[in-house]
């Protein structure tokens, strides 16, 4: 690590554009405010308030249509935030204008666009990366890198569960239809298998699912379990629920999926907010006011992020992930690993760019790897479909893995 750190020092910052200054550039904003590797010269978005916004905080360029903010000489890589379907054109454009490209999860919505994406920036010689990712969350990196030492042997099982609000968030309407990317499969699942999937070795073998679809005004799926299997014998359980009752927050001593402190007296502010809109536009209008130009920026969180409650079984030991850090579970003792902060939660994404871009040396997170998450992804669709068993074909392993995907 100290290697690449020398190396960024004696680097100027990375020129990087952005491609939808929504929700999603949102989340990302405090870590890249944070974070002197990086500067931000010019954006790309439809409405004007956002635009205008951004020239004001930040002095740089703005554009109304991608292939312009793509044709900009000096912005070195892109961060695309747009909404899910629209990934495979904006990453198409940038890849053709030889841009180097930071998605957002998921890669896209259907197998043979993500294929398409991956194989543009292949052939055009850019790095495309997937994320923000939990998967690149600093407790979950740094339970990698234990794994990765060897200490506590390969890895057997992974149980990981979250408890959350997210069907009752605003939503567009598209947000509620599975076929446009909708529901918790795209948006959340890939989290969970991102997460799984690095710890796991990366190669899962089959999956076997069932998703939940409980309300009729919000018709898609709000909840899965699904066991992952990968190849070398080591399997994973994940849950989720999106329903907005129970908060496995509580057993993340409530700090939020965004490292923020939460207080469990504003339970079912998510419902109660919902329950005053009238109609699907007053929804989008009420997810309007939570982006760039119409709320105000937060400052980094003090704790990392995380998605909900996850041990890893080992050979010597059992590793529990929380929002500071890894608790180690050995034979005969037990002990807390602090995971370094940097410059905010979403400081490892930033690294993982910079090092792709500068260094040519891309995480395990790139588009093959956003691929396979994706492909994940609609194996528990089919799965909770057919009430079968999903085999999976285009896995690929993470980097330097120590565990029993590669046993």
Not at 126 to 132: A, R, S, T, Y
Not at 240 to 260: K, P, T
Request: charged letters at 20%.
């Amino acid at each position: 690590m100290s290697s690449n750190s020398e190396c960024w020092s004696e680097q100027p910052p990375l020129r990087l554009g952005v491609i939808g200054l929504g929700r999603g550039f949102m989340l990302t904003l405090p870590s890249l405010l944070a974070d002197e590797r990086v500067k931000l010269i010019a954006a790309c978005a439809p409405r004007a308030s956002s635009r205008a916004a951004f020239e004001k905080e930040f002095g740089g360029r703005t554009y109304d249509r991608v292939e312009d903010i793509c044709a900009d000489p000096d912005v070195e890589a892109v961060y695309i935030a747009t909404p899910h379907q629209m990934h495979v054109d904006h990453v198409s454009i940038a890849a053709r204008a030889g841009k180097h490209v930071l998605v957002e999860k998921p890669l896209a919505i259907s197998l043979e666009d993500g294929i398409k994406m991956v194989e543009a920036c292949e052939q055009a010689g850019v790095q495309l990366i997937v994320g923000p990712s939990h998967s690149f969350d600093g407790a979950v990196s740094l339970a990698h890198d234990i794994i990765q030492s060897g200490k506590v042997g390969r890895v057997r099982m992974i149980q990981a569960l979250n408890y959350t609000d997210f069907l009752y968030r605003p939503r567009r309407p598209e947000e509620l239809v599975t076929a446009e990317g909708g529901g918790v499969i795209f948006s959340q699942a890939v989290h969970q298998l991102d997460i799984v999937r690095l710890l796991g070795g990366g190669m899962v073998k089959t999956i076997t699912a069932a998703t939940g679809n409980w309300d009729p005004e919000r018709s898609t799926e709000g909840a899965y379990s699904a066991l992952v299997c990968f190849e070398g014998g080591a399997f994973a359980s994940l849950t989720y629920s999106g329903y907005a009752h129970f908060d496995s927050d509580v057993w993340q001593d409530w700090v939020g999926e965004l490292g923020y402190p939460k207080d469990p007296a504003n339970y079912g502010q998510a419902r109660i907010a919902l329950s005053k809109v009238s109609s699907p536009q007053e929804e989008v209008a009420l997810k309007s006011g939570r982006t760039y130009g119409e709320t105000p920026v937060r400052p980094p969180a003090p704790h990392h992020e995380h998605f909900g409650p996850i041990v890893v079984s080992c050979e010597g030991g059992d590793l529990r992930i929380t929002a500071d850090g890894v608790w180690l579970h050995g034979d005969f003792e037990q002990k807390f690993i602090p995971a370094p902060m940097h410059a905010g939660p979403r400081s490892e994404v930033v690294s993982a760019l910079i090092s792709a871009v500068h260094l040519n040396a891309p995480p395990s997170q790139t588009g093959r790897w956003g691929l396979a998450t994706l492909e994940a992804c609609h194996a528990i669709l089919q799965s909770a479909e057919t009430a079968g068993t999903v085999k999976l074909v285009h896995q690929i392993p993470s980097k330097e893995t120590n565990t029993g995907g590669n046993s």
